[in-house]
Nanobody, 123 residues
Framework: QVQLAETGGGLVQPGGSLRLSCTAS????????IGWIRQAPGKEREVVSCICSVDDGKYYADSVKGRFTITRDKPENTVNLDMTRLKPDDAAVYYC????????????????WGQGTQVTVSS
């Protein structure tokens, strides 16, 4: 059974940084993507970033490009999202999710989801 668990959310001031981590278990080895998807109240769900292919090809939404970095730690089966220069608009629940369909930039293609972690950006 595929399970995903996020850690690392919290409260940060505008301009600050946070690291989110996603640990996956039970992932079927194969061509899948691991993505970070956020949902804020009243806003559309957004795929923020993903490691989208077996060769670790990466995607970033325009809204986070240059500020967020996604990395994979294969031995630990962990995917991290380093978020810098955070803005109030980045506040949301961030979900780690796995997709076995493409394109991985579409949240509907994600089949397995973690419980989510809250990121609050406020002074």
């Amino acid at each position: 059974q595929v399970q995903l668990a996020e850690t690392g959310g919290g409260l940060v001031q505008p301009g600050g940084s946070l690291r989110l981590s996603c640990t996956a278990s039970g992932i079927i080895q194969g061509n899948h993507a691991i993505g970070w998807i956020r949902q804020a109240p009243g806003k559309e769900r957004e795929v923020v970033s993903c490691i989208c292919s077996v060769d670790d090809g990466k995607y970033y939404a325009d809204s986070v490009k240059g500020r967020f970095t996604i990395t994979r730690d294969k031995p630990e089966n962990t995917v991290n999202l380093d978020m810098t220069r955070l803005k109030p608009d980045d506040a949301a629940v961030y979900y780690c999710a796995a997709a076995f369909r493409s394109p991985a930039m579409t949240s509907d293609n994600y089949s397995y989801w973690g419980q989510g972690t809250q990121v609050t950006v406020s002074s």
